[in-house]
């Protein structure tokens, strides 16, 4: 079992940055690749961006890329998100996930834990 924290959330201008962290806790010797999705009101959860174990791969959404960075520090079990340039349409609740799968990390699919979430709010 792993248990996700998500924090950093908050209200910002548009144009502006916010860090998200996710600790991670319990099973943490595993190989867990981690991601962020995020979920806007009426809509899917959607895919943000993701992580392999090592940091070596990272993927992102197209509308994300170029704005947002994902990292990880496995030493304090924790994986951030660090937007820039953040857009009005950005708005969501933000979750962490976990999962042990090596391929297709789009997905959410394979993802078995989740945290709580993280509301950002960007506003015009």
């Known amino acids: 079992q792993v248990q996700l924290v998500e924090s950093g959330g908050g209200l910002v201008q548009a144009g502006g940055s916010l860090r998200l962290s996710c600790a991670a806790s319990?099973?943490?010797?595993?190989?867990?690749?981690m991601a962020w999705f995020r979920q806007a009101p009426g809509k899917e959860r959607e895919f943000v961006a993701a992580i392999s174990w090592s940091g070596g791969r990272t993927y992102y959404a197209d509308s994300v890329k170029d704005r947002f960075t994902i990292s990880r520090d496995n030493a304090k079990n924790t994986v951030y998100l660090q937007m820039n340039s953040l857009k009005p349409e950005d708005t969501a609740v933000f979750y962490c996930?976990?999962?042990?799968?090596?391929?297709?990390?789009?997905?959410?699919?394979?993802?078995?834990?989740w945290g709580q979430g993280t509301q950002v709010t960007v506003s015009s």
């Open positions: 996930a976990a999962t042990l799968k090596l391929y297709n990390l789009r997905s959410r699919v394979g993802y078995g834990y």
């Open positions: 319990g099973r943490t010797d595993r190989r867990y690749a």
